[in-house]
């Protein structure tokens, strides 16, 4: 048969099970879920399409590896708090795609059709409330979603009709203070002026309202995301919340005023993310430590001058820094 859908469950054997147990010490210490015991962590497959003798092939050569994993058919023993994780419809799904492309090489046929979804289950003397927070903690709701734990009778994805594009009607015409309530209602990240400057540029240059998507885009290209104005947003007061880390936190917020005393002498300079983020780089800079820096109008990243042996022959390179603060759901 080919056209049931399939299951297959991998579960790392102890001595392999590391994912496992770093979720544990991460519910243990991050969450303070202290009566957590075990943590189990186990790989989903719902296949269609794929002959019942391809789908058994491919349980040891494509799903799991018969010396680190168990596999389970159709069924598995889940405890009484577990639950499943899934990307969300049109997110990209790596492992699946790649296990479907895995199935077509082993068949030399069609692909079949996959859908992935990590289990999660969960042992010690917990309780719903536990299960609530660690689901809080654990679904990334910008891209993944709850999975259910029932077999799906089919894995064909049904996409609703998309509705027309709504088109905010009026703005164009808005008084300010209605710009400003609008803002608030929407949720925008631009301020009441650059809705403002918005309204002018549709008025003027296209005489007509925005479409709902039109301004969402701009918001999200205007957003803190892109422009990373919070890093530069002065601090005009510092406090601690109490906590196991709090006097290590406060002991490296006045390490940093110290270094500051020394890197700024008597400059008057704000307080800010982005401060904090430089002010060791300024600090060995200052006191003659960073003499390889290549000085350059980029600020987004860091370059360091060397000299590299190649094929016995010395050349001088650049070795680059960066730190990507990009996500793709942007």
């Known amino acids: 048969m080919t056209d049931s859908v399939k299951r297959v469950y991998v579960e790392k054997k102890p001595g392999f099970d590391v994912e496992g147990q770093h979720l544990l010490n991460d519910l243990i210490n991050n969450l303070n879920i202290a ?23 491919s349980i040891y050569s494509v799903f799991s590896e018969s010396n680190q994993d168990f596999a389970y058919i159709n069924k598995i023993e889940l405890g009484k708090f577990a639950f499943g994780v899934e990307y969300l419809p049109g997110q990209y799904d790596q492992r699946a795609d790649s296990a479907a492309q895995c199935v077509q090489i082993l068949s030399s046929g069609d692909r079949p059709l996959i859908k992935y979804a990590k289990i999660i289950d969960l042992y010690g003397d917990l309780d719903f409330d536990d299960l609530e ?10 891209d993944s979603r709850e999975a259910s734990l029932e077999m799906p009778i089919s894995l064909e994805e049904i996409y609703p009709e998309a509705p027309d594009i709504h088109i905010i009607e009026g703005f164009i015409h808005l008084p300010e203070k209605e710009i400003a309530s609008l803002r608030v209602v929407k949720g925008y990240a631009m301020s009441s002026k650059d809705l403002i400057f918005c309204q002018q540029y549709f008025r003027d240059k296209e005489n007509r309202n925005p479409t709902v998507t039109e301004l969402k885009v701009i918001d999200t ?11 530069l947003t002065r601090f005009n007061q510092v406090s601690f919340e109490e906590g196991n880390v709090a006097k290590e936190v406060q002991k ?77 759901p942007t």
């Open 35 to 57: 009566n957590i015991t075990k943590v189990k962590i186990i790989n989903r497959y719902d296949v269609s399409n794929i002959s019942d003798d391809l789908f058994q092939k």
């Open 133 to 142: 927070k660690i689901k809080n903690y654990y679904i990334n709701p910008v």
């Open 221 to 231: 290209y205007w957003s803190d995301h892109c422009r990373h104005t919070t890093f």
């Open 252 to 328: 490296s917020y006045h390490d940093y005023l110290d270094i500051r005393g020394i890197v700024y002498e008597n400059r008057s300079k704000d307080q800010c993310l982005m401060d904090i983020a430089i002010l060791g780089m300024k600090y060995l800079k200052k006191t003659g430590k960073l003499d390889d820096l290549e000085e350059s109008d980029e600020n987004n990243a860091c370059s360091i001058e060397t000299t590299a042996i190649i094929d016995g022959i010395e050349e001088k390179w650049l070795i680059m820094f960066k730190n990507e603060t990009h996500n793709h």
